[in-house]
């Protein structure tokens, strides 16, 4: 008689055996051991080798044992076997034969236990299958099985595997009335689940409940409450918990860390993104992932903090760390904020390097870096690049390189026709950059046909808000391209001028402010003012000085590096900065003595040789209001906005009711109904409305008094002290009032003038440089010099000039006396310009005889370095002893061509160039 192997024996020789990788050795192995020992199986046996080959996950020879009791063995097969064959089909991954083999159980009249139930409800939850789960469970209580806490907790994982979050709290709340004691895991499934559908409100009534239960939270519990904050937008919940993390005795982990960033980042809430990155790096020493550092990078770019982005990014191959798309985008986007698109460009083509996959942000980012820093050439070949990447541009991408192009209407247009071609559907922002862009030059009627075939996708309501600003800019665009280039002249003060002229007895409040013109006397004023910092605001005429840059290096030589990108300058960047006090000589060592680029600026930027030192102020609301004279109601005109402290031209163009204007009959002046009126309608109500009235009536008397022909006011910024202060603004000075504001004038800045334009006024010349212009496929200054007597024939000339097909350099009015001095200069300053290539003299002789004209044009050549030196030349003239005047130059033999009507002797200037050396015409 044979006696059977001990059990542990046979379970030692089955564990052994079911390590073996070829499932099918491992079985036939394990029938040779059973002849060998002698054992008979019984049904204890069979339950051991069920239960090695679950662990084993040896599911097909489980389920073959289970079958085999029966029919080849001769053993009744029991609960415990059933159960331990589910469990190794559940752990082989096949969860639809452990559901079938727990449904075969009552047609073989076994019994089903909690055990065989919770493996049922295991097998759903690896399925995904949620309301099978619940459905066994309500089997349960059919029949009478009591449920343990791993039912309950197993039901409640798969319903948070389904996103069923309202499924897990009844099942948490049928625990206590099935007198089964929730644990951590029970909670932490049901947080789970609501954290996956971002109700935050709830995870927090069952953080309490737990809390109440006296169970102690762990690691699972605070990341996922953390991130639901995260999901819900609750960065100050996100952080509090994350602090409480210490006081429960619990080690955050990098989960914990990445969710609480995150929190900060959607709360654009920086600094404390770069607190817990730090905590992350040194207290905790834990090696930030792509996620942390994508999270921090976006929350800098949030906080227009790019240099801190750019030093994250450039950390994250330090670590080992790979960035992906996210976070170069989010360091794209941090580099738009703060207008650096030398660096975004670097960023972009470091993407391409990587052959990593471009989205449409980075794009969207690329280009309006390009935008911010008026670099429209860059912006045109980014957008080229995404047809290269088969990427459709979506709205924002054809709003920001319109606007990048600017003045370049040629390609203002036909953008627009690729967005109706591309059925991108153009917004009231697009409409109104085009036309802005039609301002500048003729579109004709290939711009209206172009703007009416976008418009013809419009609805009806979309046409209703476009219909103004379209208007609007396709009268601009129908005016001649040289009316339009040519600027009307106002005296324009420096910010801190202008504040000292508001102070004297208008009874407008400002800011406390000095200016300073040294870094030293920059502290020693500095000290003056009251609080722990101050506002350090660069000077010079042009707006968006807190986006600009200044181009000179710093004193440092600081460089900066992200991957793929070529060293770059690391220039001063603002033009406005709030510092403590012990900073305020090294920001003004920095921006003093330095030129200041900007937007409005161009690419060769303004000098700034002051500073103003302003008291720091806490704004509760932003205003804008302006006064400017309005030539459709004949008068002043007030217009005002709830919204300030931004662009109103952007304002403005999302939504034109926004804007408030009122017109004020000069002689009346502003009645005290009409400004409560237009406070009421900005915002203010009650005593504020009567107090601003007043404000503005102060402001109407400044302009009024001043001859100023535009007051804005930007942001009139209400304080949390309650204070109404003007915290910035813009004036314009009518010239010809200067005899009478004589003090004002005498603060005008040549610095920031054209330098040539400067000298011209000294000789009474009317001289402005034309900016350079787009024409069909190419890009070019204009390079035709006009010399003409009287603004309105200077203008016609221009435009005669650009319907012929050619590009005027400049207006240059010589005025009615034409003397030799006055020519002599004229010709001075036209020959400076590297970009002219002929000359154009138009004079038409009214109070001054043509003969005259032709003596001084004669000697201004002369002085100029006469036959040698001189440009190609055409000279018309008309009037007075016309004849007396031709026969004055046709007598002289220098290279020039001479004319009296265009239109019998057709004569091309611009052409001129391409003929070499030109012969006399007599």
């Given at each position: 008689?044979r006696?059977?192997a001990?059990?542990?024996?046979?379970?030692?020789?089955l564990?052994?055996l079911?390590?073996?990788?070829e499932?099918q050795?491992?079985?036939?192995?394990l029938?040779?051991a059973f002849?060998?020992?002698?054992?008979?199986l019984?049904?204890?046996h069979?339950?051991?080798a069920?239960?090695?080959?679950?662990s084993?996950?040896?599911w097909?020879?489980?389920?073959?044992?289970?079958?085999?009791m029966?029919a080849?063995?001769?053993?009744r097969r029991n609960?415990?076997n059933w159960?331990?064959a589910?469990?190794?089909?559940?752990?082989?991954?096949?969860w639809?034969l452990a559901?079938?083999?727990f449904g075969?159980?009552?047609?073989?009249?076994v019994?089903r236990?909690?055990?065989?139930?919770?493996?049922?409800?295991a097998?759903?939850r690896?399925?995904?299958?949620w309301?099978?789960a619940?459905?066994?469970?309500?089997t349960m209580?059919?029949?009478?099985?009591?449920c343990n806490?791993?039912?309950?907790?197993?039901?409640?994982?798969c319903?948070?595997k389904?996103?069923?979050?309202?499924?897990?709290?009844?099942?948490?709340f049928a625990?206590?009335e099935?007198?089964?004691m929730?644990?951590v895991?029970?909670f932490?499934?049901?947080i789970?689940?609501?954290?996956?559908?971002?109700?935050?409100?709830?995870?927090?009534?069952?953080?309490?409940?737990?809390i109440?239960a006296e169970?102690?939270?762990d690691?699972i519990?605070f990341?996922a409450i953390i991130?639901?904050?995260?999901?819900?937008?609750?960065?100050?919940l996100?952080?509090?918990?994350?602090?409480a993390?210490p006081q429960?005795?619990?080690?955050?982990?990098?989960?914990?860390?990445?969710?609480a960033?995150?929190?900060c980042?959607?709360?654009?809430?920086?600094?404390h993104?770069l607190?817990?990155?730090d905590?992350?790096?040194?207290?905790?020493?834990i090696?930030p992932?792509v996620i942390?550092?994508?999270a921090?990078i976006?929350?800098?770019?949030?906080?227009?903090?790019w240099e801190?982005?750019l030093?994250?990014?450039?950390?994250?191959p330090?670590v080992?760390?790979?960035?992906?798309?996210?976070?170069?985008?989010s360091a794209?986007?941090?580099?738009?904020?703060?207008?650096?698109?030398q660096?975004?460009?670097?960023?972009?083509?470091?993407?391409r390097?990587?052959?990593l996959?471009?989205d449409l942000?980075?794009?969207?980012s690329a280009i309006?870096?390009c935008?911010?820093?008026?670099?429209?050439?860059?912006?045109?070949q980014?957008?080229h690049v995404?047809?290269?990447?088969s990427?459709?541009?979506?709205?924002?991408?054809?709003n920001?390189?319109?606007?990048?192009?600017?003045?370049q209407?040629?390609?203002?247009?036909r953008?627009?026709?690729?967005m109706?071609?591309l059925?991108?559907?153009p917004?009231?922002?697009?409409?109104a950059?085009?036309?802005e862009?039609?301002?500048?030059?003729v579109?004709?009627?290939?711009?209206?046909?172009?703007?009416?075939?976008?418009?013809?996708?419009?609805?009806v309501?979309?046409l209703?808000s476009?219909a103004?600003?379209?208007?609007?800019?396709?009268r601009?665009g129908l005016v001649p391209?040289a009316v339009s280039a040519?600027q009307?002249?106002?005296?324009?003060?420096h910010?801190?001028?202008?504040?000292?002229?508001?102070q004297?007895?208008?009874?407008?409040?400002?800011p406390?402010?000095?200016p300073a013109?040294?870094?030293?006397?920059?502290?020693?004023k500095a000290?003056?003012?009251?609080?722990?910092?101050?506002?350090?605001?660069?000077?010079?005429?042009?707006?968006?000085?807190?986006?600009?840059?200044?181009?000179?290096?710093?004193s440092q030589?600081?460089?900066?590096?992200c991957?793929g990108a070529?060293?770059e300058?690391?220039?001063?960047q603002?033009?406005?900065?709030?510092?403590?006090?012990e900073?305020?000589?090294?920001?003004a060592?920095?921006m003093?003595?330095?030129?200041?680029?900007t937007?409005?600026?161009?690419?060769?930027?303004k000098?700034n040789n002051?500073?103003?030192?302003?008291?720091k102020?806490?704004i509760?609301d932003?205003?804008?209001?302006?006064?400017?004279?309005d030539?459709?109601?004949?008068?002043?005109?007030m217009i005002?906005?709830k919204?300030g402290?931004t662009?109103?031209?952007d304002?403005?163009?999302?939504?034109?009711?926004?804007?408030?204007?009122t017109?004020v009959?000069?002689?009346?002046g502003i009645?005290?109904?009409?400004?409560?009126?237009?406070a009421?309608?900005?915002g203010?109500?009650?005593a504020?409305?009567t107090?601003?009235a007043?404000?503005m009536?102060?402001?109407?008397?400044?302009?009024?008094?001043?001859?100023?022909t535009?007051?804005?006011?930007?942001?009139?910024?209400?304080?949390?002290d309650?204070?109404v202060?003007v915290?910035d603004?813009?004036?314009n000075f009518?010239?010809?009032a200067?005899?009478r504001?004589k003090?004002?004038?005498?603060?005008r800045?040549v610095?920031?003038e054209?330098p040539i334009e400067?000298e011209?006024?000294?000789?009474?010349l009317?001289y402005?440089?034309?900016?350079a212009w787009?024409?069909?496929d190419?890009?070019a200054?204009?390079?035709?010099?006009?010399?003409?007597?009287g603004?309105?024939l200077a203008?016609?000339t221009?435009?005669l000039l650009s319907?012929?097909g050619?590009?005027p350099?400049?207006?240059?009015?010589?005025?009615?006396?034409?003397?030799v001095?006055?020519?002599?200069?004229?010709?001075?300053?036209?020959?400076?310009?590297?970009?002219v290539k002929?000359?154009?003299?138009?004079?038409?002789?009214?109070i001054?005889?043509c003969?005259?004209?032709a003596?001084a044009v004669?000697?201004g050549?002369?002085?100029v370095?006469?036959?040698?030196?001189?440009k190609?030349?055409v000279?018309?003239l008309?009037?007075?002893?016309v004849?007396?005047g031709?026969?004055?130059?046709?007598?002289?033999?220098?290279?020039r061509?001479l004319?009296?009507y265009?239109?019998?002797?057709?004569?091309?200037?611009f052409?001129?160039?391409?003929?070499?050396?030109?012969?006399?015409?007599?």
């Amino acid at each position: 008689m044979r006696v059977a192997a001990p059990a542990s024996e046979l379970r030692d020789l089955l564990t052994s055996l079911a390590e073996q990788k070829e499932e099918q050795s491992a079985f036939n192995a394990l029938g040779t051991a059973f002849q060998c020992l002698g054992v008979r199986l019984d049904s204890q046996h069979c339950t051991l080798a069920i239960s090695c080959c679950a662990s084993a996950r040896l599911w097909t020879h489980a389920c073959w044992l289970l079958a085999a009791m029966p029919a080849q063995l001769g053993l009744r097969r029991n609960v415990v076997n059933w159960g331990a064959a589910i469990s190794a089909a559940r752990k082989g991954d096949q969860w639809q034969l452990a559901l079938r083999i727990f449904g075969d159980m009552p047609s073989v009249s076994v019994e089903r236990n909690v055990v065989t139930y919770n493996a049922a409800i295991a097998s759903s939850r690896r399925g995904s299958e949620w309301v099978l789960a619940l459905r066994w469970l309500n089997t349960m209580v059919t029949e009478s099985v009591r449920c343990n806490s791993i039912t309950f907790n197993t039901a409640m994982s798969c319903c948070e595997k389904g996103s069923q979050w309202q499924q897990s709290l009844s099942l948490l709340f049928a625990m206590q009335e099935a007198m089964v004691m929730p644990d951590v895991i029970s909670f932490s499934s049901a947080i789970s689940s609501c954290v996956k559908q971002g109700r935050w409100q709830v995870t927090l009534n069952l953080f309490d409940s737990m809390i109440s239960a006296e169970i102690q939270p762990d690691i699972i519990i605070f990341g996922a409450i953390i991130s639901s904050f995260e999901k819900g937008n609750q960065w100050q919940l996100a952080l509090s918990f994350f602090g409480a993390m210490p006081q429960a005795s619990v080690r955050p982990n990098d989960v914990s860390f990445n969710a609480a960033i995150s929190s900060c980042e959607k709360g654009q809430q920086w600094q404390h993104s770069l607190m817990l990155f730090d905590w992350m790096t040194r207290a905790s020493a834990i090696i930030p992932d792509v996620i942390s550092f994508s999270a921090t990078i976006s929350s800098c770019a949030k906080g227009r903090r790019w240099e801190e982005a750019l030093v994250l990014f450039a950390a994250m191959p330090v670590v080992k760390v790979k960035a992906n798309i996210f976070s170069f985008s989010s360091a794209m986007t941090a580099c738009e904020e703060g207008s650096q698109w030398q660096q975004a460009l670097s960023l972009f083509e470091a993407i391409r390097t990587a052959r990593l996959q471009i989205d449409l942000v980075c794009f969207n980012s690329a280009i309006s870096s390009c935008e911010k820093g008026s670099q429209w050439r860059e912006a045109l070949q980014a957008f080229h690049v995404m047809d290269q990447e088969s990427l459709r541009p979506n709205l924002v991408s054809f709003n920001a390189v319109i606007s990048a192009c600017g003045s370049q209407w040629h390609w203002s247009l036909r953008l627009l026709q690729l967005m109706s071609e591309l059925r991108v559907l153009p917004d009231l922002l697009s409409f109104a950059l085009v036309a802005e862009a039609l301002g500048s030059r003729v579109p004709g009627t290939e711009a209206l046909s172009s703007i009416l075939d976008a418009m013809s996708s419009c609805t009806v309501d979309q046409l209703a808000s476009l219909a103004p600003s379209v208007c609007r800019g396709l009268r601009r665009g129908l005016v001649p391209p040289a009316v339009s280039a040519v600027q009307r002249r106002f005296l324009n003060l420096h910010e801190y001028q202008v504040r000292q002229s508001r102070q004297k007895g208008f009874g407008v409040g400002v800011p406390k402010n000095l200016p300073a013109f040294s870094p030293e006397e920059a502290v020693e004023k500095a000290n003056e003012m009251p609080g722990d910092e101050v506002v350090v605001k660069a000077q010079v005429l042009a707006g968006g000085r807190g986006l600009g840059h200044f181009k000179e290096k710093l004193s440092q030589g600081a460089v900066l590096w992200c991957a793929g990108a070529k060293e770059e300058e690391n220039n001063f960047q603002g033009g406005v900065h709030i510092v403590k006090k012990e900073k305020v000589k090294e920001v003004a060592e920095k921006m003093l003595g330095k030129t200041l680029i900007t937007k409005q600026t161009g690419a060769e930027g303004k000098p700034n040789n002051t500073v103003l030192l302003a008291e720091k102020v806490s704004i509760k609301d932003e205003k804008y209001f302006a006064i400017l004279m309005d030539r459709s109601s004949g008068g002043p005109l007030m217009i005002g906005s709830k919204t300030g402290g931004t662009s109103i031209e952007d304002i403005a163009a999302a939504d034109p009711t926004a804007i408030i204007k009122t017109p004020v009959d000069i002689i009346e002046g502003i009645k005290p109904e009409a400004a409560e009126k237009m406070a009421t309608e900005m915002g203010f109500s009650g005593a504020q409305a009567t107090g601003r009235a007043t404000l503005m009536a102060n402001l109407y008397k400044v302009f009024i008094e001043c001859d100023c022909t535009m007051l804005e006011i930007n942001p009139l910024a209400s304080l949390t002290d309650g204070r109404v202060l003007v915290c910035d603004s813009k004036v314009n000075f009518d010239d010809n009032a200067s005899y009478r504001q004589k003090e004002i004038h005498d603060q005008r800045d040549v610095s920031q003038e054209n330098p040539i334009e400067v000298e011209a006024k000294k000789y009474d010349l009317n001289y402005i440089k034309l900016e350079a212009w787009e024409q069909a496929d190419w890009f070019a200054d204009g390079n035709v010099a006009c010399m003409v007597n009287g603004a309105g024939l200077a203008m016609s000339t221009m435009d005669l000039l650009s319907i012929l097909g050619g590009s005027p350099a400049n207006f240059l009015d010589v005025g009615g006396a034409s003397t030799v001095e006055t020519m002599t200069m004229a010709f001075k300053i036209i020959m400076g310009d590297p970009n002219v290539k002929s000359i154009f003299v138009n004079i038409f002789g009214g109070i001054a005889r043509c003969d005259h004209i032709a003596e001084a044009v004669v000697a201004g050549v002369k002085a100029v370095g006469g036959n040698a030196a001189i440009k190609p030349l055409v000279i018309r003239l008309e009037g007075t002893n016309v004849e007396a005047g031709m026969k004055i130059i046709q007598v002289r033999n220098e290279p020039r061509r001479l004319t009296r009507y265009l239109e019998e002797n057709p004569v091309r200037p611009f052409d001129l160039p391409l003929h070499g050396q030109l012969e006399v015409k007599v």
